[in-house]
Every structure is written in structure tokens, then in C-alpha cells.
């Protein structure tokens, strides 16, 4: 896949993707969201791809946020469209059926930190930072930061970080949950494609049943415990099943097909 702002690196099963403004600290733009989302819509359809990095260029920026140029002369209706732009790439993301790994490489501010947040595991650097800044601008989060940081660190948190709209660094970062883990710089695409090396070993649908499930947590329990009896029903109709369960039984590894 060819595009102006990412790249894109397939080394199959798992996917690079990383966005290539670093003169810009990777700030999304238009063109960065629409190339993310058409981006994602491929990485949908590779059979050959089972897990998915993203990061970005450079050693400064993951992404420092949206390009504050855009909101220049922007009304109430083109902020709204603005908005349910970012939300819709991102929640394509967040819903893919390839886990998402977000190597978080410097600043996760605004855009940036709301696009972690759609990613599904979180690794950084040492030296990063997230924030949700956009209060210093008289403005609110809108790629949906107030929706997911509460339910990744709790509303406490997430007041406190969007409210002041101070940065948070990698280390608290992770005592509060927002990252899985905090690695040196130099170990983090290392320590991203081990993790996502690991998960293309297992079971690409069940991955994936799983992903949809871990999100239904979102619901009311007796939903969520619904669409998991689902889910789970659904992945005993897969060749996969037979083949993890014979795979253990017969103490080998098993050679899942992805059906």
C-alpha cells in the first residue's frame, strides 16, 4: 500500500503502520485520517496479516495532535462533521478484527492520545507523555478522548487529565493503566512486535471473537455476558476449534488457518 503520510509495512503476520509527518510531530490532518482509514480497510481485508503496530516517524512525536491550522475559521457544523470524522477512523480501529498495538514513541497529546486510546494495547517509551490539551485551546475533546480514557483509567483520572489539560508521563502513564508498559526507546518496536508476534500465534478467529467481546465490556454486564455466550458459541463453528483442541491433546503446536 502506497500513501503520501503513512507507511506501511507488511512483514506478515504482523503490520507496521506509522504515520510520516515527523517535521509536522505527525500532527493529523485530512489527508492523515482519510489515508488511516483507507489504510485500516486493507489491513481488513490481508489475510496475511494477524496483528497491527502503529506508531510514529521520527523520535519526538506519536502523534502530537490534530493540525490546529484546520480549526481556523471552522463553524459549529464543519467542528461536528470535524469531529465524527476522527471518530469514525478511530472506531474502525478500535473495532478491527487485528488487535491493534500502539507503540507510543514521544508525545500522545489530543489526537494523538485519543488515537492510542483506540488501539487496543499500549506500549511507550520512556520519555513519552499523553494529555488530552485541548481545554488550553477553549475547545473539547472530540476523537473521542472523554469516551474512552474514563474507561481505561476511571473518571477520577480522566477528569483530572482533561479538565487541567496537563500531560501525564509514560511512567504515570502506566501506574494508571493507560499503558501496558513503559520500555526504553530503543526496545519499543522490539517489545511491540514481540507482544504482537505472540498473538498472531493463536487463533485468528478467536482473536478476534475475543477483541469483540473484551469491548462488549462496555455494555451493562448482563449484555456483555450475552454477547460472550455468543462469541464464544460462534468460535466453536470454526475449523480452528478442532484443531486447537487436537493440537493439545496431541501436545503440539497448533497450525491455525484463520476459518
Do not use: W
Not at 507482544?195 to 482473536?207: S, Y
Amino acid at each position: 500500500m502506497n500513501f503520501d503520510l503513512l507507511l506501511c509495512d507488511i512483514d506478515a503476520p504482523i503490520a507496521v503502520v506509522t504515520i510520516n509527518r515527523p517535521d509536522k510531530l505527525n500532527a493529523l490532518n485530512a489527508q492523515v485520517m482519510d489515508e488511516l482509514d483507507a489504510c485500516f480497510v486493507e489491513l481488513a481485508r490481508n489475510d496475511e496479516v494477524r496483528a497491527i503496530i502503529i506508531t510514529g516517524a521520527g523520535d519526538k512525536a506519536f502523534v502530537a495532535g490534530a493540525d490546529i491550522g484546520q480549526f481556523s475559521g471552522m463553524t459549529h457544523s464543519d467542528a461536528e462533521a470535524f469531529a465524527k470524522r476522527g471518530q469514525s477512523v478511530f472506531s474502525r480501529i478500535e473495532s478491527s478484527g487485528k488487535p491493534v498495538i500502539a507503540a507510543v514513541n514521544g508525545y500522545a497529546l489530543g489526537g494523538g492520545c485519543e488515537l492510542a486510546l483506540a488501539c487496543h494495547i499500549r506500549i511507550a517509551a520512556a520519555g513519552a507523555s499523553f494529555g488530552q490539551p485541548e481545554v488550553t485551546l477553549g475547545i473539547t475533546p472530540g476523537y473521542g478522548g472523554t469516551q474512552r480514557l474514563p474507561r481505561i483509567v476511571g473518571r477520577g483520572i480522566a477528569f483530572e487529565m482533561i479538565l487541567t489539560g496537563d500531560p501525564v508521563s509514560a511512567e504515570r502513564a502506566e501506574r494508571i493503566g493507560l499503558v501496558n508498559a513503559v520500555v526504553p526507546a530503543d526496545e519499543l518496536l522490539t517489545e511491540a512486535r514481540r507482544i504482537a508476534g505472540r498473538i498472531a500465534q493463536r487463533g485468528p478467529v478467536a482473536v478476534t471473537l475475543s477483541a469483540r467481546a473484551v469491548l462488549a465490556a462496555d455494555l451493562k454486564l448482563e449484555q456483555g455476558l450475552f454477547v460472550e455466550a455468543e462469541l464464544f458459541g460462534r468460535s466453536f463453528a470454526t475449523d480452528d476449534v478442532k484443531e486447537g483442541v487436537a493440537a493439545f491433546l496431541e501436545k503440539r503446536r497448533p497450525d491455525f488457518k484463520g476459518r
